[in-house]
């Protein structure tokens, strides 16, 4: 006889945490301070609070592999009673609603708990104070994966004398500094390309990183919403009518969902064949079905609202590059909302050029999904084939080419390829998108390439001219006994004249093109 048990799902997720992205001590690494980061962010950023980020990384261990991972933010802080949950029980989150986040289940702080305990056996430390709280609270914690329940191995709370509020974090993991170093170099860099607006200082065994705050401006927070019609299955309706107090049908569908009114549902339940004074819980499991097919299938509906969307916009998108890539020009655009299978999302792009930008034979392509950047699987994104697609040489760009690619998606559901989270799978709508950004951003790029060579064609002109003034003046002073200087002045005019530029024009042109390298030397050195 076999004897047959149930996993709990905290156990079931430890044994499994290579789909969280934990799948070796280098790896492991890198996702943890991507998971303190953007928990980090989301903590401020979305309160309207500017992040200020302190990350520090040191090696405790150096024959077993042991690193300590530090991370501390200036954020909302989580109430002294929710501490012990929200890292010690899988599955326990503040995001479980319409609107774009960064992580969706709240399952990856809970990922980097139970890894640390599975290969050091330590407990997290945590410190937090809650907005205007007037307490600190610490505590040791881990997880029983048996039970999906934390473990409170140490609790302390003090007096917070000068209303600190934010979150810090500690743990002690297995990981790989050395061959994880590089992965978090760059996760950090491509953060603060997507969220200029955060400070992020970084130390390291041999390294550190200041990447300052480039400007107070925060993008849109996202607002919490109602499930479009097309986006639901069965489950989910089954879920909604059971919390649906005794609504008919009508009063379920005007009252659950997003932008359906009366007018919209009426129409739509007599097209389905539904009764809209039925009460909801009297339906039967095919009626269930039936009524979410036919959502999928009705083309009526509004379009899913924006308004539970944080695009970061294009202004931030080419202040961030430019400074962290040091192009010498960059031009980023934002998409209007579209939707895949009721679930909104839009598109942005930008193309980076010159600078210091290294000469490549391809684009280098920076993804992103709810400003979180992709480094892994990018052969398997959608934005790599549109990229390699796309038709440069209709923009003026002849390879190898000093460019850099940038595309985020933001969306209420991401439509990832793998359960790693890397990459993003080709849906039409999405991929559509991302092919008209770039387009829209690479004709902004075409119009500059055109004006710079225009530029260069004058100053090429105006030099070749310019090069037989003091011959010319010289000699026509000879022969007309007039002064050589005021001559050649004159020449010097008429040959501006002829080229509709002036050398001051042209100088500042020069001078305004090295700028931005200049710029990116001084973050470098940082």
Not at 26 to 39: D, I
Not at 322 to 327: Q, R, S, T, V
Request: charged fraction near 25%; proline fraction near 6%.
């Amino acid at each position: 006889m076999y004897a047959y048990e149930a996993l709990p799902v905290a156990e079931w997720f430890r044994r499994n945490r290579e789909l969280a992205g934990f799948h070796n001590p280098t790896r492991a690494l890198y996702q943890t301070v991507r998971e303190l980061v953007e928990n980090s962010l989301d903590a401020t950023e979305t309160y309207g609070i500017l992040p200020t980020i302190y990350l520090r990384i040191n090696i405790e261990d150096e024959q077993k592999s042991w690193v300590s991972v530090y991370a501390e933010d200036n954020g909302i802080g989580i109430p002294g009673a929710e501490i012990p949950n929200v890292f010690g029980r899988v599955f326990y989150s503040s995001k479980y609603r319409i609107k774009q986040h960064r992580g969706v289940f709240g399952l990856g702080l809970k990922m980097v708990v139970l890894y640390a305990q599975s290969t050091t056996n330590k407990p997290v430390y945590v410190r937090s104070a809650a907005l205007k709280s007037d307490k600190i609270y610490e505590y040791q914690i881990m997880i029983d994966t048996n039970s999906n329940s934390p473990i409170i191995l140490d609790r302390k709370e003090y007096p917070n004398k000068y209303r600190w509020h934010g979150t810090a974090v500690k743990v002690y993991l297995e990981g790989s500094w050395l061959a994880a170093k590089k992965r978090i170099e760059d996760y950090l860099k491509r953060t603060a390309i997507i969220a200029p607006y955060a400070e992020i200082a970084f130390k390291g065994p041999d390294m550190e990183l200041w990447l300052k705050r480039r400007t107070t401006k925060l993008p849109p927070a996202p607002k919490e919403g109602l499930p479009h019609p097309k986006s639901v299955d069965v489950d989910t309706l089954k879920q909604m009518v059971a919390e649906s107090r005794g609504m008919t049908l009508l009063e379920f569908l005007m009252e659950s969902f997003d932008a359906v009114g009366e007018g919209t549902a009426k129409v739509f339940l007599e097209w389905a064949g539904f009764n809209p004074n039925m009460k909801v819980t009297a339906m039967t499991p095919e009626e269930m079905v039936k009524l979410v097919e036919k959502m999928k299938q009705y083309g009526g509906w509004r379009r899913p609202r924006s308004e539970w969307l944080s695009p970061v916009g294009a202004e931030l998108l080419e202040i961030g590059a430019k400074a962290i890539l040091g192009a010498e020009a960059v031009f980023a655009v934002t998409r209007k909302p579209e939707s895949y299978g009721g679930h909104p999302f839009i598109v942005e792009a930008a193309v980076a050029w010159g600078g210091q930008i290294p000469p490549s034979d391809k684009p280098v392509l920076l993804r992103y999904a709810n400003k979180i950047p992709l480094l892994y699987d990018e052969g398997a994104d959608v934005a790599r084939k549109v990229v390699d697609e796309f038709n440069w040489q209709n923009y003026k760009v002849k390879f190898p080419a000093s460019l850099a690619v940038i595309i985020h998606v933001c969306s209420t559901k991401i439509p990832y390829a793998s359960a790693g989270k890397e990459a993003i799978a080709e849906v039409p709508e999405i991929e559509k998108e991302m092919r008209l950004a770039l387009r829209d951003a690479a004709k902004k790029l075409r119009l500059y390439l055109s004006r710079k060579e225009k530029e260069m064609e004058m100053f090429n002109r105006y030099v070749s001219l310019a090069k037989y003034v003091d011959e010319i003046a010289h000699n026509l002073a000879i022969t007309s006994r007039l002064d050589k200087d005021k001559l050649a002045k004159h020449l010097h005019k008429l040959i501006e004249t002829k080229i509709g530029l002036t050398v001051e024009e042209l100088v500042k042109h020069t001078l305004s093109l090295s700028a931005a390298p200049q710029e990116a030397e001084e973050t470098a050195a940082q």
